[in-house]
DNA sequence: CTGAAAGCGCTAACAG
DNA sequence: CTGTTAGCGCTTTCAG
């Protein structure tokens, strides 16, 4: 009855079931899995092959319970929409690989109510460390961090106060930075066309930099077009045409909220046969491939994301090491003139 | 002694202090807690406000390893490189944090070598289930799901065996639709540009129903242009540009092995000049906004990834709730006849 | 180098 | 509706 019990519920092997094969005690046995050559080498190998012929996969919820490390890191990225946050996934998760270390992800759509159910979610997990792309700047989830005592990484944006540490580039100093390249190339007139700012603080903060940017010699921009939803190839193509519709004269250029936005504006030019730069010039945010494959290579600003998802998952491990890095580390933008502007 | 060690280690409140805080038994806190109405309304109001005072964030590693089911879901991807397994992890996610799981990621680049090891750690967490898109067919892999004894989806193709359900639809028939349609338009000669298939075996499946498409009618691929690396839009663009200087006659129409790579086709066009479709016609695969979004929006076969993800999601779950859902689920391609061809 | 004992924080199984 | 008891599978002490 009870044997019949246990082979339904659970027939994986455990430690005590490879111990006994071996003929070691468990703590034995989980000394030589874990390595460490606190093991004498005929027992390491017994035990090896003891494990090999049941086909023994730990179960790390006992030995992080027991006191282990935990090995898994809470990411929380805003989305998965555009190719940007799928880049930072992927730095971060080829570092964490190395480490033997796996993410869990949660989505927060830009919510902060979101964010922080995600992050109590992540936080029962017990993970090692934390990286998050901030949807907001919630007290709440201030407090959860503080409280939580483990080695924190908010990325993407470095303006912006830092509960531990910070990986990333000033978005207001990228937007500026546009702002300041446009007017050296003489363009007097400005245009944005953006997706929803409500919702994504860092493209905000670009357009409030390009903005002051401007205000550097006095410029304004005379035209701005908000898009509803995220942000994407068509909706920018939309957004150029509107904003061209509804002003009385044609801006000598347009910043647009990303790469994506802006292709779509390049795309809308080449359908009503307006040339770029000379009829007007457009000028993106990411440094995006598709951009730079344009006919005419985007002028844009190249974002290094994947590095910044490297660095951050870093950080965390040199931080479960003993070390401690820089509480901010700059991963920093660089302006790509193109073609377009 | 033994309570500053215990501040060291771990400050972190448990259920037992919930307990104790609210004058019951831990397994009356637990209850509480975890919800289904088993504990009486004052007692419960005491409890929650209890974990509230404490900021209290349970331990599901203790509760999983307990007995509770563990709300993690292993994802295995082979990329993140471009959009299409971030939208498929998109729709994972959106239908496992409605049901309170978080997934575990790990990506395989395609190697089969990885795909194992992330198998057996991601397996180590004891998750609720397992999605995947085989990067290969690994007997040792399909060992370890077997053995493994959970819910697990294979997701993207559904031409290979399955372990035990799949979500997805046939590269295979996609290549042949793409054929027919293309033969249908009147094209008699045709090229291929492809990133590297062998390690994409759905790519390399789409190339040789494109193939088994053209032998239909007697039709032959006159030539093909292999890159090396991923897919990417400037890699498209070199490809179709090499392919066209190697052939010595142009073809009348070239399938990419997918959208990235024939919007960089199309701008190869732009660039040279070059009709499209009546200088040459250029089709790709998966449906991206961008190929839409294009002046002439791209000939191409719209794959529903998200929904993929979604699906695959909702499958583990409906099996966790004792459900058995179709074990091979088809979320099928569309064709979108677009003006490059 | 190896082992015995104790416990991580929680929940299932039985009782009341 | 609530409590007691006994683990889950592993690792940390502390002893040899």
Redesign the pocket.
């Known amino acids: 009855m009870a044997t019949s019990q246990?082979d339904t519920r659970?027939r994986?092997p455990?430690?005590?079931q490879?111990a006994k094969r071996a003929?070691?005690?468990?703590?034995?046995a989980?000394?030589?899995?874990?390595g460490g050559?606190?093991?004498?080498?005929?027992?390491?190998a017994r035990v090896e092959q003891a494990a090999r012929m049941l086909n023994?996969v730990?179960?790390?919820?006992?030995?992080t319970?027991?006191?282990?490390a935990s090995r898994q890191v809470g990411v929380i990225l805003p989305s998965l929409s555009n190719i940007v946050f799928a880049d930072v996934l992927k730095g971060l998760e080829s570092r964490l690989e190395g480490g033997g270390y796996h993410p869990i992800l949660g989505i927060s759509h830009y919510d902060a109510e979101r964010e922080e159910r995600l992050l109590r979610d992540l936080l029962s997990w017990r993970p090692a460390g934390l990286v998050l792309a901030p949807a907001c700047n919630s007290a709440a989830s201030r407090a959860l961090l503080q409280a939580a005592d483990l080695p924190v990484v908010e990325i993407m944006d470095i303006d912006t106060d830092t509960a531990d540490m910070a990986v990333g580039f000033s978005h207001r100093s990228a937007g500026r930075a546009m702002a300041h390249f446009l007017l050296g190339r003489g363009y007097r007139t400005f245009g944005y066309v953006g997706h929803d700012i409500t919702t994504d603080f860092r493209a905000k903060a670009r357009l409030e930099g390009f903005r002051e940017g401007l205000a550097d010699i006095g410029a304004t921009l005379t035209g701005i077009r908000i898009m509803e939803g995220p942000s994407s190839v068509p909706l920018g193509k939309q957004g150029l045409e509107t904003l061209l519709r509804e002003l009385p004269e044609r801006p000598d250029a347009v910043f647009f909220s990303n790469d994506d936005m802006a292709v779509g504006g390049v795309f809308h030019c080449q359908t009503v046969g307006l040339a770029v730069p000379d009829g007007i010039a457009l000028a993106g945010f990411n440094g995006l491939s598709i951009g730079q494959a344009l006919p005419t290579p985007l002028t844009t600003i190249a974002s290094n994301r994947e590095r910044i998802g490297f660095v951050a998952a870093d950080n965390i491990l040199q931080r479960l090491l003993g070390k401690t890095p820089e509480r901010i580390q700059r991963v920093d933008f660089k302006l790509i003139p193109g073609g377009t502007a």
């Open positions: 246990k659970n994986r455990t430690l005590s490879v003929g070691v005690s468990e703590i034995t989980s000394r030589a899995l874990r050559g606190l093991v004498a080498q005929e027992t390491l023994y730990p179960n790390r919820l006992a030995g319970l027991a006191g282990g």
